[in-house]
């Protein structure tokens, strides 16, 4: 008999639903929020009323894709957190309202823990233990993954996100938001080496972003006061420079904490993940160190529901359901 399940996602500005049977991802449908461009930014309220705009209509896609009706259901899972409050509480909702409807149990997510899941979508999968590096616009985290949900945060942040120095990076440069794709896009025709940004290093494995972007605006500042030209005359190596640091800044942490926990398989997950650049540089830190590589398709990178399915999955074997009177928590731990 198949376990079907049927997932959400809204956690920021993805509304996303998707359907795992039997612990295949069936499809993933994403409606992308548009709005906030012109904004520089997600704004959060903004993301609520789209959110519920889109639900509905991305839920109904994702069962019709697959011919499957609400009665086929065998759960319903949903992101409870971290994230926007105002956007996680239009997908509780739904999800809420649709399995009380249905009498189907509900299934709560832990957003992070999904991003590392990820891996566990597709082949080839990670074997436990292993060390996930999660990078996001609002998360930097090193994890130890023990098992589906035995995941030990051994370092994070402790100011910014690393998506978050290169969409505000982005921001100084003139470019529109978002902004870290376009930084990864002009820095493939710049050089790396050309502008020298300083590396901030912080205890154990913790990290630190908000240097370099106070670093990057005086920089830029003192440049275009000698030389308005600067940003558009040398635009592809400032971002290959900032870049690099960024990147190497995340490398140092991993490359100690694979070494000290004398761990072989490492994996990257989140949004940031789909940086060329990051992946390259994991690539080839993995074929000099001897590690196995693990790195989800770019879908399955940004905010996704096929992750929020694969971790329902995990949770529905196990018997873990929640009641009616779960809510979101805009800053969920593990």
């Known amino acids: 008999m198949a376990i079907n399940i049927l997932a959400i996602e809204s956690s920021c500005d ?3 639903a998707a359907l795992i049977s039997n612990g295949k991802v069936l499809n993933n449908i994403i409606a992308t929020q548009s709005v906030h461009e012109k904004y520089g930014g997600v704004v959060p309220e903004l993301a609520s009323r789209a959110h519920q705009q889109h639900l509905i209509p991305t839920v109904h896609a994702a069962l019709e894709e697959q011919g499957l009706r609400p009665k086929d259901l065998n759960a319903i899972a949903f992101t409870k957190g971290p994230g926007l409050l ?22 709560e997510v832990n957003h992070m823990q999904a991003h590392i899941l990820a891996h566990f979508i597709e082949e080839p999968r990670p074997a436990f233990p292993f060390l996930c590096l999660t990078v996001s616009g609002g998360h ?9 949900f035995d995941m030990e945060i051994i370092g994070q942040t402790q100011d910014d996100a690393v998506g978050e120095a290169f969409d505000k990076t982005a921001k ?10 376009l930084i990864d896009r002009h820095a493939a025709a ?23 972007k106070t670093a990057v605006l005086y920089f830029l ?9 600067f940003i558009s005359r040398e635009l592809a190596n400032i971002c290959a420079s900032v870049q690099y640091t960024l990147v190497e800044m995340l490398l140092r942490k991993v490359r100690k904490a694979a070494r000290e926990l004398g761990l072989r398989q490492v994996a990257i997950a989140g949004g ?11 690539e080839q830190e993995a074929e000099k160190r001897g590690w196995s590589l693990f790195i989800p398709k770019f879908e399955y990178c940004t905010d996704n529901a096929a992750m929020i399915a694969m971790a329902a999955h995990y949770k ?13 928590e805009a800053r969920m731990k593990f």
Do not use: W
Not at 93 to 107: E, N
Not at 272 to 282: F, K, P
């Open 86 to 107: 105002g956007s996680l509480l239009v997908g509780v909702s739904f999800a809420k309202a649709m399995a009380y409807a249905l009498d189907l149990p509900l299934i």
């Open 14 to 16: 993805e509304t996303s």
């Open 221 to 229: 500042r003192d440049q275009m006061q000698a030389d308005a030209t």
């Open 172 to 181: 100084l440069l003139g470019l529109p938001y978002p902004g870290g794709p």
């Open 190 to 212: 710049g050089n790396p080496h050309a502008y020298a940004f300083p590396i901030t290093e912080m205890p154990g494995y913790d990290f630190s972003f908000s240097g370099i």
């Open 140 to 148: 930097t985290q090193l994890v130890h993954v023990r098992g589906y």
């Open 272 to 282: 940031v993940s789909a940086n060329s650049g990051l992946r390259a540089a994991l």
């Open 316 to 328: 529905y074997l196990e018997g873990d359901f929640v009641g009616m009177d779960v809510v979101p």
